[in-house]
């Protein structure tokens, strides 16, 4: 469907179409280690191709929030990486793979579900499952978030702003991994090297046992910065834009296998 103007008109018509037309696909975006420049793992986003171009995720992600669609869409990201990297994972147990994942799901069944059908069940120690801050799991969710958490599963709090509602979401739920909103780390610069908010980060890491993965990183003045903050593991352009699946594979290898 296009509107009179040429631009393709996003609808959840649209979007289930696309999904059944097999137009989307994924792309993955390297984290790096800031400790030996190694890459250690990768967030799996979302792309949608249309006759326009391609769609980037938060143009349609936002219509199929709460809707049947947002299931749907999640179990086609894992039987994804599940046919593009299960195999290439088992033979890489120090790397992982982020995955979004809407709240509303959590706790249903369909994640367990299509997790055992494609294989990933045995590989969940190399699996992160991505909430928002925005839009945090029910107590069923919740319920179903901790006992993931003891098989080994890691949970990422996603788009963290380090404020007050934020603290108290960290002991509400048990997450793994923060992930330090890219807008904070855009503050990082030659004449603010130190802004406020990282010495709410270094509390946060003295208080709570968790994985830092700071976004959106894209100048070494940053890089510098979150590495005194304690922060151990970035993404962002400085390292690599979102790749396919055969890309992640060369560009890890180029990152580690010199180093080994």
């Known amino acids: 469907m296009s509107s009179s103007d040429g631009k393709d008109v996003i609808t959840l018509d649209a979007i289930q179409a696309g999904l059944t037309r097999g137009e989307f696909f994924l792309e993955y975006l390297p984290t790096v280690s800031l400790v030996d420049n190694r890459c250690v793992g990768a967030e799996a986003l979302t792309r949608w191709r249309r006759p326009s171009g391609v769609v980037p995720p938060h143009v349609f992600i936002p219509l199929i929030e709460q809707t049947p669609l947002s299931g749907l869409l999640t179990y086609w990201v894992i039987e994804t990486v599940a046919k593009e990297l299960g195999?290439?994972?088992?033979?890489?147990?120090?790397?992982?793979?982020?995955?979004?994942?809407?709240?509303?799901?959590?706790?249903?069944?369909?994640?367990?579900?299509?997790?055992?059908?494609?294989?990933?069940?045995?590989?969940?120690?190399?699996?992160?499952?991505?909430?928002?801050?925005?839009?945090?799991?029910?107590?069923?969710?919740?319920?179903?978030?901790?006992?993931?958490?003891q098989t080994g599963l890691r949970i990422a709090l996603d788009d963290v702003t380090l404020s007050g509602a934020n603290l108290a979401v960290l002991s509400r739920c048990p997450f793994n991994v923060l992930k330090i909103d890219g807008m904070h780390v855009s503050q990082i610069t030659p004449a603010c090297p130190n802004p406020e908010w990282l010495g709410g980060l270094s509390a946060v890491l003295q208080s709570a046992r968790v994985e830092v993965i700071a976004?959106?990183?894209?100048?070494?003045?940053?890089?510098?910065?979150?590495?005194?903050?304690?922060?151990?593991?970035?993404?962002?352009?400085?390292?690599?834009?979102?790749?396919?699946?055969?890309?992640?594979?060369?560009?890890?290898?180029?990152?580690?296998?010199r180093r080994t």
């Open 87 to 149: 195999e290439w994972l088992r033979s890489h147990e120090e790397f992982h793979i982020a995955v979004n994942v809407p709240p509303e799901i959590l706790g249903r069944g369909g994640m367990e579900y299509v997790a055992k059908k494609t294989g990933l069940d045995k590989l969940r120690r190399q699996f992160i499952l991505e909430v928002t801050e925005r839009g945090l799991p029910d107590q069923m969710g919740v319920d179903a978030v901790a006992a993931w958490s």
């Open 215 to 257: 976004e959106g990183v894209e100048t070494e003045a940053q890089i510098a910065a979150l590495r005194a903050a304690g922060v151990l593991m970035a993404q962002g352009f400085y390292f690599s834009v979102p790749v396919v699946a055969e890309e992640l594979k060369r560009y890890y290898a180029r990152m580690n296998e």
